[in-house]
Every structure is written in structure tokens, then in C-alpha cells.
């Protein structure tokens, strides 16, 4: 036990199966490079402080018998939420202060909200010095985003925990590590933030509307991520930006993509990308294109190693496809297949 202990997070992005994941159907996400860091000190009082400056919020306080209740600022809400929850099955009369540091911003879709109530719950657990399995930890920060945003499937929150590059299903039935190596994707950012509980509910409210529809879209969204998962395995290029164009595709007739979007991917894909779709709930955020360059990562162009020097230049053209995305938009330089949640040092 430690009066002050600091855990970070990473971000995430989904690679395959948004919306459907909703559903019960299989997704693909991968833990971003970029993290969360959040420190946890007991100040011996009866207050909760505050300090989240990427989230928006620089001086918050309350007394510890006043959290949680309606109207909490955006900033805070996980964080005072998940704290609540944790008091009332670990009692307290002290309370803590929250300081808290982002290496990327809540704009990108990163999924910043679920990797600071990870971050938080990890080290607020070590600084009272309570044992929690990963589980454990996905299972409280999982609820909490459910009381906070009334919906979502937790693919977030599980890549967040696990890190790497994960297929999973909601809530948490299966989160299997997928062995990919490093991956051949670019990340582009449309410069619109997207809002993703409103995103699922249009969603859902067309699914009300059109059940036979859209069961039907889940279903083919679900056999391209089973699809991806063996391509991402095998180290099939080709494949996985085929299953990409194919999942892109799907995704417009939901009504999630968006003009910025399609700008995007449009480019990646004439700059010699193999395919490109968005990245998360729509409307806006990120967008994915996976690129043709697979040297030192193992991956195969056309389902064959292309090893030979004298072929190389012709199959490595990430660098045109970063070019085409930024001149429409922003490429993000990040690596993906990122550690999970982890106690930093000295903590």
C-alpha cells in the first residue's frame, strides 16, 4: 500500500465489427502506443480533488458523501463515478486527489474516456492495496461507462486492460489476444469529433426500424471480422485490405460514415492503399487504410512473402498513402498492438 501511486492506459482503435459488436457480434481492436496516465494520492481528507486539463477540468472538488448524482461535468464523470462504486464496496473516510495526463487528445477517438477509468481504477485499487484481477478491473470500469453513457460494448474498455490487438465480444465473453506482429495500417484523423453514444443510439433507432435489415448487415459485418481475424494470423495483406473495403461498405448503409470520411479513405485507397474504412462509431474521428508495405513485418502482398531486394520498392508505398491522408486530413503517427493498463514506476 502507497499514498501515491500513478498506472496508465493506452488508447484504442477498431479494426473490424463496429456497431455490430453492440449486437453480439465479434469485433477487432488494437491498443494504441499513445497513453493516459493517472496519479492517485491520499490527501486525508473528506474530499475528492480533481486535476484532468485534457479532459477539461483543472480545480474539481467535492466531499467524498457528495459524488456521483446528476449533472457531473464531462471531465469527471467516469473518474467520480467508478470512484463511487469503489467506495461503496471498499469504505473510506479519507479521500484522494486525481491528477491526470494525456499523451493524446480526447479529439482523436482514441477512446480517452475508457483509458482514463482504467488508468484510475488500476491505481486507486494499488494505493489502498487491493488485489484485482483484470476481470475484476474490466467489470467496474465496465459498468461504470454503462451508468455514465447508458450504452456501449466495452471493446474499449478491454483493450484499455489486455492491450495488443484483440477479438472480442461483448460484454467481455471473449477477449482473445490475436498474434499479429506489427501491422502494416495507417491512421488518418478527419479533424471532427465524433459523439459516439449518439452515433449508437441513431444506429439503434434504425435497427428498431428495420430489424431483418439490419440483422442482416450485423451478420455479414460478423463474418468479415471472423474473416480479418485468420487474415491478421496468417499475415494476409491483401486480405485484410479487401475485408476492409468490404466492412467500409457496410458501415455507409448503417449511415455512421460521413463526407470527411469517405475523403479519407478515397485517398488512401487511390494513394495504393489495399482498403480503408473509419475506425470507431462514425461521423467523424479516425479512419484505417492498410498499406501494401510488409517488409520487416512479415506480412504478404497477394498471399505470397515478397522478400527478394529487388522487389521491395515496388510493394512499399506507406509513405504515399501517410501523404494522400494528410493533405485531406491528418495522419496520426501511431503504433498499435500497445501494452495494457500498467502500474507505473515508483508507484
Known amino acids: 500500500m502507497a499514498d501515491k501511486v500513478t498506472a496508465s492506459a493506452p488508447g484504442k482503435l477498431v479494426l473490424f465489427g463496429e456497431h455490430a459488436v453492440v449486437y453480439g457480434k465479434p469485433c477487432i481492436v488494437t491498443a494504441v502506443d499513445q497513453r493516459l496516465y493517472v496519479t492517485v494520492t491520499k490527501n486525508g481528507e473528506n474530499a475528492f480533488h480533481l486535476s484532468a486539463p485534457d479532459l477539461g477540468l483543472t480545480a474539481y472538488?467535492?466531499?467524498?458523501?457528495k459524488l456521483g448524482g446528476e449533472g457531473l461535468p464531462t471531465g469527471v464523470r467516469f473518474i467520480e463515478v467508478l470512484y463511487k462504486r469503489f467506495l461503496n464496496d471498499h469504505p473510506q473516510t479519507r479521500g484522494i486527489d486525481v491528477v491526470t495526463r494525456s499523451e493524446f487528445s480526447s479529439s482523436f477517438g482514441f477512446g480517452s474516456s475508457s483509458a482514463a477509468t482504467v488508468a484510475f481504477a488500476m491505481a486507486l485499487f494499488a494505493v489502498y492495496g487491493v488485489e484485482v484481477s483484470k476481470q475484476e478491473l474490466f467489470e467496474i470500469c465496465y459498468q461504470t461507462v454503462l451508468e455514465v453513457q447508458g450504452v456501449g460494448s466495452g471493446f474499449?474498455?478491454?483493450a484499455a486492460i489486455w492491450g495488443g490487438t484483440l477479438y472480442y465480444v461483448?460484454?467481455?465473453k471473449v477477449v482473445e489476444q490475436i498474434k499479429t506482429g506489427e501491422l502494416p495500417i495507417v491512421v488518418g484523423y478527419t479533424g471532427i469529433k465524433a459523439d459516439t453514444p449518439t452515433l449508437v443510439r441513431q444506429v439503434a433507432e434504425f435497427r428498431r426500424k428495420n430489424p431483418k435489415?439490419?440483422?442482416?448487415?450485423?451478420?455479414?459485418?460478423?463474418v468479415i471480422v471472423d474473416k480479418a481475424k485468420k487474415a491478421l494470423e496468417e499475415k494476409n495483406v491483401t486480405l485484410l485490405g479487401s475485408?476492409?473495403?468490404?466492412?467500409q461498405q457496410l458501415l455507409a448503409e448503417l449511415g455512421v460514415s460521413s463526407v470527411e470520411l469517405d475523403t479519407l479513405n478515397q485517398a488512401a485507397v487511390k494513394a495504393g492503399?489495399?482498403?480503408a474504412k473509419l475506425s470507431g462509431a462514425g461521423g467523424g474521428d479516425c479512419m484505417i487504410a492498410v498499406s501494401q508495405q510488409s517488409y520487416g513485418m512479415g506480412y504478404s502482398v497477394l498471399g505470397i512473402?515478397?522478400?527478394q531486394k529487388q522487389n521491395k520498392n515496388?510493394?512499399?508505398n506507406i509513405d504515399k498513402v501517410r501523404t494522400a491522408i494528410n493533405q485531406r486530413g491528418q495522419w496520426l503517427d501511431v503504433k498499435l498492438g500497445a501494452e495494457g493498463a500498467r502500474l507505473e514506476a515508483g508507484s
Open 61 to 65: 472538488s467535492k466531499t467524498i458523501d
Open 156 to 158: 474499449d474498455v478491454a
Open 170 to 172: 461483448s460484454p467481455g
Open 213 to 222: 435489415t439490419l440483422e442482416g448487415v450485423f451478420n455479414q459485418i460478423g
Open 243 to 247: 475485408l476492409m473495403n468490404e466492412n
Open 273 to 275: 492503399a489495399l482498403g
Open 305 to 307: 512473402e515478397r522478400s
Open 314 to 316: 515496388k510493394y512499399i
